[in-house]
């Protein structure tokens, strides 16, 4: 048995009703203009606003003094008959016949103009905004394709642990908790636990949340962060990045199919989204991005690090998302698998997003020798008993593997064009920011 309505109209399907019908409409107060024959009440809901009529002149008195009384975001149910206006949102309006208030509001602290610090402050009452909603609508399509591309390959959702007792990666950047007088930590990374996963259901992926407190303040860090990780048996890094290229563009696909509206209202736009799904991602090598960089002026020589400023520039290049691969060694993770030709170089991979945005996804083939592993560990100062189960994996049946992470939060922040990451999500967590 479906939802029931009892014969209220969202403010989307109003639109589409013709002049003359009656309906309920029932949100809150959006926008108020009280004239002097006519008071103009705006009604959103979650699909949308519809503008809403009340002529003073023949309408009841105590109708009249209910509409006065209503305030900014008070929530109401209101009857009434559609009437085409073209200077109405969406070309028409409801004239009011009745109004209900369900909740009066009291003077709503969000007028416009309040800084971005207040704005956090209030981040509860903030999410109500036209644009964070649709932010959050543009989140959820870019989240159900995703999970269609997954669905249409027969990959494996799995849902790993969030409390581990060691770190994917070591480092200062966890959160520590007590667990019944033992150290455990909030995760960084569920690969440890999908590469288990891989040797039964042989393609597995998961999103949860991640946590990393680094100290960075930038437009594209979070402390609490989503995260979707994959991880598939047999697969080398180019079958991988051809994984993650249809990933992405499923992502973008689904978003263009069922949020030009709400991409039209933060002001993203689709012409970059539009063509990343007609050509393939360019790829270009570590060595090839140096080289790059130094033709752009930068002071940077084999060996350093691609950084969040560098990688930026890269991003000039290119009008899609790219690939970037075959790292030097010591900038990666011991679990990255050496490329055979070169020792010095990882078969690793990132991908960057266009427009100055940066890296999204980060993966690699991973080390499937139990030798060559252990090796890396130890060479990385790590003690191996640390990582002894994530060792057996290599003793029992190994098999060629690869797998990626991808910060959905950033994901969501390039495709809807967004200036800052905290937007991307309803309630960011980032230094000193906690509440509400």
Do not use: C
Not at 337 to 345: A, E, G, L, T
């Amino acid at each position: 048995m479906g939802e029931q309505n009892e014969g209220f109209n969202s403010t989307k399907q109003i639109l589409k009703l013709n002049e003359g019908e009656k309906t309920k409409v029932r949100g809150w107060i959006y926008r108020k203009r009280d004239l002097a024959d006519n008071i103009f009440i705006v009604v959103r809901d979650s699909e949308g606003i519809i503008q809403t009529v009340l002529p003073r002149k023949n309408a009841p008195q105590d109708l009249v003094s209910l509409a006065e009384k209503s305030t900014i975001e008070s929530s109401v149910v209101i009857e009434g008959i559609v009437k085409n206006d073209e200077r109405a949102p969406g070309g028409k309006e409801l004239q009011i016949e009745n109004l209900s208030i369900i909740g009066l509001s009291d003077d709503f602290p969000i007028k416009g103009g309040e800084s971005i610090d207040y704005l956090l402050d209030i981040r509860h009452l903030w999410l109500r905004s036209r644009k964070l909603t649709s932010i959050m609508k543009i989140r959820q399509s870019v989240l159900e394709g995703l999970r269609e591309y997954f669905k249409k390959n027969n990959w494996w959702e799995v849902n790993p642990p969030i409390l581990t007792q060691s770190a994917v990666e070591g480092g200062a950047t966890l959160f520590e908790v007590n667990f019944f007088n033992k150290k455990a930590y909030l995760s960084q990374s569920a690969q440890f636990y999908l590469e288990v996963m891989i040797f039964s259901l042989e393609k597995v992926w998961a999103i949860t949340p991640s946590f990393r407190a680094e100290k960075s303040r930038t437009r594209r860090h979070l402390y609490e962060y989503y995260h979707l990780e994959g991880e598939a048996a047999w697969m080398g890094m180019k079958d991988m990045m051809n994984h993650v290229e249809g990933l992405i563009k499923s992502a973008i696909k689904k978003v263009l199919e069922d949020r030009l509206e709400d991409l039209e209202i933060v002001k993203r736009d689709t012409n970059i989204l539009e063509n990343s799904l007609k050509t393939n991602f360019p790829e270009i090598t570590y060595d090839e991005a140096i080289l790059k960089l130094k033709n752009k002026g930068i002071n940077i020589k084999w060996g350093d690090d691609i950084g969040a400023d560098e990688e930026k520039v890269l991003t000039e290049y290119f009008d899609t998302p790219f690939f970037l691969t075959m790292f030097p060694k010591h900038l990666k993770s011991f679990y990255m698998k050496i490329d055979d030709s070169r020792p010095d170089v990882v078969l690793g991979f990132d991908l960057e997003a266009p427009e100055g945005y940066g890296e999204v996804v980060g993966g690699s083939q991973r080390e499937d020798s139990y030798e060559k592993l252990y090796k890396r560990i130890v060479e990385e100062g790590y003690n191996p008993s640390d990582y002894q189960w994530y060792l057996d994996l290599r003793k029992y049946g190994t098999v060629p593997h690869s797998g990626y992470g991808l910060g959905v939060d950033r994901l969501v922040t390039w495709i809807a064009g967004l200036d800052h990451i905290r937007d991307s999500i309803p309630f960011p967590r980032f230094r000193e920011r906690i509440y509400p």
